[in-house]
């Protein structure tokens, strides 16, 4: 199951909730990232999108190496910046179903939520101010699914039913 969805759209609070419901690990690219940052420490802009490079790899072989999970990323669209968002061609090598679970909510949302959260230092979150926040995610492409299986969306701009969410994943399996 790959979760999707802006930064700050909740996609990692739902997993957390649907990888033990699911019985399923849980792979969270921002977890992995925030182990570098421990390792390596803490720098600019640049040093974070090379940190950020780096644990797309290990996410990836991580994800390769299970036997199903569900991976969480901010994920690359076409439009980006090359260096934005985790690559997505090898989603399409992994052996099992996938399926595309999506967390809307509107920028604004997301914004706030963004403004409001405590993450590791190496983020640089604290650097940006609300408006620069919300211009950024306005500014991220709409393109839809990222095309890689059945895709169930969830508006995660209030708190989900975790077990109604459950049945759409398995609707979604079956198609």
């Keep these: 199951m790959v979760l999707s969805g802006l930064p700050c759209s909740g996609k990692s609070t739902l997993a957390r909730q649907l990888a033990p419901a ?9 977890a992995i990232l925030e182990a570098l940052f421990e390792s390596r420490g803490v720098g600019d802009a640049a040093w974070r999108r090379g940190l950020s490079r780096e644990s797309d790899v290990l996410f990836e072989a991580e994800a390769k190496a299970s036997r199903g999970a569900v991976l969480v ?21 992994l052996p099992a179903q996938l399926v595309e679970v999506h967390c809307a909510c509107a ?6 939520r963004f403004v409001r959260r405590r993450r590791h230092p190496g983020h640089l979150d604290l650097t940006s101010s609300y408006a620069e926040v919300l211009a950024s995610l306005r500014a991220i ?3 839809g699914a990222l095309e890689i299986g059945q895709r169930v969306n969830i508006d995660t701009s209030r708190e989900r ?15």
Excluded at 22 to 30: G, Q, S, T, W
Excluded at 165 to 175: G, Q, S, Y
């Design 22 to 30: 699911l019985a399923l690990p849980l792979i969270d690219k921002d």
């Design 73 to 93: 990323s901010f994920w690359h669209l076409p439009g980006m910046p090359v260096d934005s968002g985790t690559p997505t061609a090898w989603l399409a090598e």
């Design 107 to 112: 920028p604004e949302v997301a914004a706030e």
């Design 141 to 143: 492409p709409r393109r």
């Design 161 to 175: 039913d975790v077990d109604s969410v459950i049945r759409d994943i398995h609707a979604a399996f079956l198609r």
